[in-house]
């Protein structure tokens, strides 16, 4: 399996470490464009209209100044810096080994900076999302779009891609015509009615993670494996669970909470 997840709004700063090493991210195909969106948003962040640049309020001032020096910021694993509701409930951080080995394997968080990142991948906090246009780069989701394709499209050849990303990370990559692809909705049930919601998304896409992570047996390698492996936590933190089947893209595993 594939799982593909957005990054966290929130980050946590390192507070020791050596600053982030390119080279040995994963992906390495992916270094030369991290590079050069690094130099490319540390200018940016630099200027007198980065807040306006980068799309972010007054209250991220220091996040965009941390912009400003990231080849020299602590970096730490994407499973700690990564935080908010759907980190939280995933806990990337507390795995066990073996854990934590399929993690490395199977997760990648689709980043506006980075590209794609596993959870043991050591980054800086940063401040940038994937619908900004970075002056010297352009608009990041189509900068990154061939290079992700040439790194996660063979990953993704017969397996499940289970993708719990957001419809701006979505737009950096899509999984070609044929690939079993599944992407994750949330629904809430409340007297009979049932609603797409977006907070308890977050939470149920990472509950849905660290379960496929943390479940006994062999991990989910079709549509089908993963609904069913799904389908065990119904009774517990779900409702219901539906996979509706692609007519012109990804099928959808429907999560319902209450």
């Keep these: ?20 090493d390119l080279a040995a991210l994963s992906g ?42 990231l080849d020299t910021e ?29 993690a490395a394997a199977s ?11 596993s959870p043991a991948d050591a980054i800086p906090a940063y401040r940038l999302s994937m619908g900004t246009d970075l002056p010297g780069v352009g608009p990041l989701a189509a900068s990154w779009r061939p290079l992700l394709e040439a790194v996660l499209a063979p990953r993704a050849s017969g397996d499940v891609v289970v ?7 979505l737009a950096a990559w899509k999984p070609a015509k044929g690939t079993d692809w599944v992407s994750v909705r949330v629904l809430r049930e409340l007297d009979g009615k049932r609603s797409v919601v977006s907070h308890n998304a977050k939470h149920t896409r990472g509950v849905l993670t660290r379960h496929l992570l943390t479940r006994e047996g062999a991990e989910p390698r079709s549509a089908e494996d ?11 933190s779900l409702l219901d669970a539906t996979l509706l089947e692609g007519k012109h893209g990804a099928a959808t595993l429907e999560l319902v909470v209450a």
């Design 28 to 69: 390495p195909s992916l270094t030369r464009h991290r590079a050069t969106v690094l130099r490319a948003l540390a200018r940016a962040s630099a200027r007198r209209d980065a807040l306006t640049t980068l799309g972010v309020g007054p209250s991220l001032a220091d996040d965009v100044a941390r912009n400003t020096r």
């Design 1 to 20: 399996m594939l799982i593909l997840l957005p990054p966290s709004e929130g980050k946590t700063p390192a507070t020791a470490g050596s600053p982030v």
């Design 74 to 102: 602590p970096a730490a694993p994407a499973a700690q810096v990564y935080t908010g509701v759907l980190y939280a409930a995933a806990g990337l951080d507390d795995l066990s080994p073996a854990q934590a080995e399929l």
């Design 226 to 236: 993963l609904y069913k492996a799904a389908h065990e936590l119904v009774g517990t």
């Design 107 to 117: 997760v990648r968080t689709v980043s506006a900076l980075w590209g794609a990142v």
């Design 163 to 169: 993708d719990c990303r957001s419809a701006a990370y």
